[in-house]
């Protein structure tokens, strides 16, 4: 199990380094949601699933999604649809799915049980993470969720057209 987690750490570092190396925003874009995957298969490969699967949905899913829609809210005009279908090669999507594949590989091993855990055979489940977030760390996931409140209303209000302003 222990060269999972450094095959996946290879990929991770692989494609984060190609995230900042790309010029292209859609090549990095991929190649970031590839290093989050990476990262998810990590949390696989150390016994945390619940973890791995919120790294999954919450990064590689939502946030990525956002990205997708900045990028494409940026690219508007003719310009920007020939530049579109010059990114959309399969030359592009190459290495991020050669990646991909690699992390897949990695997963289906780790959750097939073939190896153990590098601490046992503990895995922390999603009530554990609830009882310690909400037990010794309570102050901590209020101010968190303060934080995130005040984020929200600083976004409205920065979001704000200059005609609701009144």
Excluded: C
């Excluded at 987690?5 to 290879?10: D, E, N």
């Excluded at 995957?37 to 973890?51: E, N, T, Y």
């Excluded at 940026?74 to 010059?86: I, K, S």
């Amino acid at each position: 199990m222990q060269y999972v987690f450094y095959i996946a750490a290879l990929v991770a570092i692989l494609s984060t380094v190609r995230v900042v190396t790309n010029a292209n925003p859609i090549h990095a874009l991929l190649n970031l949601i590839v290093s989050l995957l990476a990262v998810a298969v990590i949390f696989f490969s150390l016994g945390a699933p619940f973890a791995g699967i919120l790294e999954i949905i919450v990064y590689a899913g939502a946030i990525m999604v956002l990205f997708v829609f900045v990028i494409m809210m940026l690219n508007l005009g003719d310009a920007g649809v020939a530049q579109e279908r010059a990114w959309l090669s399969p030359r592009a999507w190459l290495f991020p799915a050669l990646l991909a594949l690699v992390l897949f590989g990695l997963l289906l091993y780790v959750l097939t049980g073939m190896g153990t855990h590098p601490a046992g055979e503990v895995t922390i489940d999603a009530k554990q993470v609830g009882i310690t977030l909400f037990g010794p760390y309570l102050l901590a996931v209020e101010l968190a969720s303060f934080l995130l409140l005040a984020a929200l209303v600083t976004a409205y209000h920065l979001g704000r057209s200059d005609d609701q302003q009144q």
